[in-house]
């Protein structure tokens, strides 16, 4: 077989925004997952489905004879709710697992209280009262209302240790806090380092956040509105998470205690995004709850708040020190703007009711804030009526939108029978963001697999987007993140516990097609139509890339012709068996090999692989 390059016919400027994540507190990935805080309900915020006070107890746990109350505070105060304490508790963390931690780990741990007591904190190492290990021990003398630190580091590592309080006069407690000191580049109130060094090593272009469906919610109540999550973290105020009230795939289990304390917020997201060297694609809430719910709706009369919510964030992000909103983003601690380039005007919305409310945000922000590029949703499917009135809109709204938001979450099949989906896509259209798509091995979500058989089919289906990135050019697979044992939706691309953390074989895909990005797309043909291709060169020319999967069950032996000749050449090699997943215990089972190659001539490239070859002059 044979792959011929034209590399010097250089045919448009590959994306640079091509590969991207998208990131949604969803599966604990947020609260109990990215976000470093390891105390759940630390500010007695938490409710049960009746909506009692005394439910804002969840996840901390008094040992006998403890008086252990929670209790109103003001309600519009920063602190609506409190809990009386006299003896120990305990917080059991986020899914009751607790929190891990390392021998000669430190941790900072601070409280806002109120009494006249001698307080010890403590992180025990076991669930069972009587062999609670202490792996650390501080004492807090509290004397009157006030807030108060202390750090804790661990004598020996645990994988379910817990935050103890112990007093032995009445204290009132109404905000706690609990970090590990070693965050992500070392941030207060930061992320959990190792799920964003595994996020950070995608190097994406773009994320996309905080959702999905959470920017929707499912009543007015939690829709998402980014001003609650910015400020102090103990004035944010706790939301309900939207998929609390979903299925849940655990023995047994509830996500009852699925909340978003809002600790990470819009501040954090943007800084995030600096970090890892992304660009921000916030998501805002057009006025729709969740269409696969009530779908409710905010009057089109009634929007003006929402399009003010979202002009003050352009505003947050990017405006000056003396602005309005500005001023709140340096007083948090970033008087630079953020650079704030795109928004998304709702996420997976549909029907004319959307469209007539996106057009309100576009007309709007067009004139508030010319520059900012507007994401409009193509809605939540590949085709259908649905679909087709999207595109009907779009055709005659070609300037307004930047990009339509297509989400695919479809079988492999459908991914590998889609690769040309984009060459016949109507250039005048906005551009298409392809904003969430998985490939679904079942359609029953616990029976989905997070298998290499997907991560193929995905694989060559981005070779159809990478040829088409003069149109397609962004896309971003869903969701990010995932906690064994705590989900409410499979396939995900990174899955942790408390301690560990592993990409599945989608997560290598995404990895070696955004570490080997060219700049300029090149022509590639293959006389056999089990190999799928794309190629691109480096800015200076100096490198042909070579992306080619074979989505078949046999070796392909193949001869590789380009324009140039090259001195040397490696390859990224991603293969193995079509049921092969990577998991906690084998997190490296389906992993890329870099191997050097001779620039010229044969290569065999295996069945089920993905290929990327780097010719270097
Ligand atoms: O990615 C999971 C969900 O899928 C998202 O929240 C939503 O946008 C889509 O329906």
């Avoid at 448009?12 to 990131?23: E, I, N, R």
């Avoid at 929007?303 to 948090?332: C, Y």
């Avoid at 005048?428 to 798509?437: A, C, D, H, N, T």
């Avoid at 694989?459 to 003069?470: M, P, Q, R, V």
Wanted: aromatic share 12%; charged share 25%; glycine share 8%.
């Amino acid at each position: 077989m044979r792959i011929r390059i034209n590399e010097k016919q250089r045919l448009f400027a590959v994306s640079p925004m091509l590969y991207g994540v998208f990131f949604e507190d969803i599966n604990y990935g947020g609260d109990g997952g990215l976000y470093g805080e390891l105390l759940a309900n630390r500010a007695f915020e938490y409710y049960g489905s009746d909506g009692l006070t005394d439910k804002h107890g969840m996840c901390w746990e008094p040992s006998c004879q403890t008086e252990f109350r929670t209790v109103c505070g003001e309600p519009d105060g920063a602190q609506r709710y409190s809990a009386v304490l006299r003896g120990t508790v305990r917080n059991t963390g986020f899914c009751g697992e607790g929190f891990a931690v390392r021998a000669g780990e430190t941790f900072d741990f601070r409280m806002t209280a109120d009494g006249s007591a001698d307080a010890a904190v403590r992180i025990v190492g076991a669930s069972d009262a009587s062999l609670r290990a202490v792996l650390a021990e501080g004492h807090i003398a509290v004397n009157g209302r006030g807030e108060y630190t202390l750090s804790l580091t661990a004598s020996v590592e645990c994988k379910n240790a817990y935050l103890e309080i112990c007093t032995d006069k009445e204290v009132t407690i109404s905000f706690t806090s609990l970090f590990p000191r070693d965050t992500y580049m070392g941030r207060k109130n930061g992320m959990r380092k190792d799920i964003a060094e595994m996020i950070a090593a995608l190097k994406p272009a773009f994320m996309r956040f905080p959702g999905g469906c959470v920017v929707e919610g499912r009543s007015f109540e939690d829709m998402y509105r980014w001003k609650d999550t910015i400020g102090p973290v103990e004035r944010r105020r706790t939301n309900r998470n939207r998929w609390q009230m979903d299925e849940y795939y655990q023995a047994g289990g509830s996500a009852a205690d699925y909340f978003q304390s809002y600790g990470l917020g819009f501040y954090e997201y943007f800084l995030f995004c600096e970090d890892i060297g992304a660009k921000p694609v916030p998501v805002i809430n057009c006025g729709m709850t969740c269409q696969w719910h009530e779908g409710l709706t905010v009057e089109l009369d009634e929007l003006g708040r929402w399009v003010d919510d979202a002009a003050d964030l352009v505003e947050f992000a990017n405006g000056p020190a003396t602005s309005e909103w500005g001023a709140k983003r340096a007083e948090m601690g970033h008087p630079e703007p953020f650079g704030l380039e795109y928004i998304g005007i709702g996420n997976e919305q549909w029907g004319r009711e959307y469209f007539e409310r996106y057009e309100v945000f576009e007309r709007e922000l067009k004139r508030r804030c010319p520059g900012i590029k507007l994401i409009v949703s193509a809605g939540w499917t590949d085709s259908g009526e649905e679909f087709e009135l999207a595109m009907d809109w779009m055709k005659n709204n070609r300037e307004g939108a930047y990009a339509a938001d297509e989400h695919f979450y479809k079988s492999p099949e459908w991914f590998t029978d889609n690769i040309s989906r984009y060459d016949s896509y109507d250039r005048s259209l906005p551009k298409v963001f392809i904003g969430e798509y998985a490939a679904h091995t079942d359609t029953d979500i616990p029976k989905r697999r997070c298998n290499w058989y997907a991560a193929l089919s995905e694989a060559a289906f981005l070779t159809g987007a990478e040829n088409n990135s003069d149109h397609v050019v962004m896309t971003c697979y869903a969701p990010l993140l995932a906690r064994e044992g705590h989900w409410q939706w499979k396939p995900d691309l990174i899955w942790f516990d408390n301690d560990g953390v592993y990409g599945t074989p989608s997560y290598y895909v995404q990895q070696i097609f955004a570490w080997n990005r060219g700049d300029h797309a090149a022509a590639a043909k293959s006389d056999d139509p089990r190999i799928k291709l794309a190629a691109s060169v480096t800015e200076d020319g100096s490198e042909l890339i070579l992306k080619a999967v074979n989505i078949s069950s046999e070796d392909i032996e193949t001869e590789i012709e380009a324009d140039e000749v090259y001195a040397s050449c490696e390859v990224t090699e991603l293969r193995a068996e079509p049921e092969d997943e990577n998991s906690m215990a084998e997190p490296h089972k389906v992993f890329p090999s870099v191997l050097p190659c001779v620039p010229g001539g044969r290569h065999r490239i295996a069945a089920y692989s993905v290929n990327i070859f780097r010719f270097k002059k």
